[in-house]
């Protein structure tokens, strides 16, 4: 997928969005190291920040999150 200019736009509105605020809180209960693994992604390795998206997943609350964010960006036309 290009990233264009209306796909950033809809990227950005998906962060801003309850949702994605409430995940990202989420993952900060759970290890506070987001900030670190989301910059390991970055540099090219990706282990720490699928770890904990695994572990989210496996909470409800987490799936249903992940789910409705998903869902929000096929309707972005981000998928």
Not at 14 to 40: F, I, P, R, T, Y
Request: neutral net charge.
């Amino acid at each position: 997928m290009e990233l264009t200019h209306q796909n950033r736009e809809a990227i950005a509105q998906l962060a801003k969005s309850g949702d994605a605020q409430k995940l990202m809180e989420l993952l900060q209960q759970q290890s506070g190291q987001v900030k670190q693994a989301a910059q390991a992604a970055a540099a090219g390795d990706p282990g720490q920040l699928m770890a904990m998206m695994d572990q989210l997943m496996r909470s409800k609350e987490g799936a249903e999150l992940v789910n409705r964010i998903e869902s929000q960006a096929k309707q972005a036309g981000l998928k």
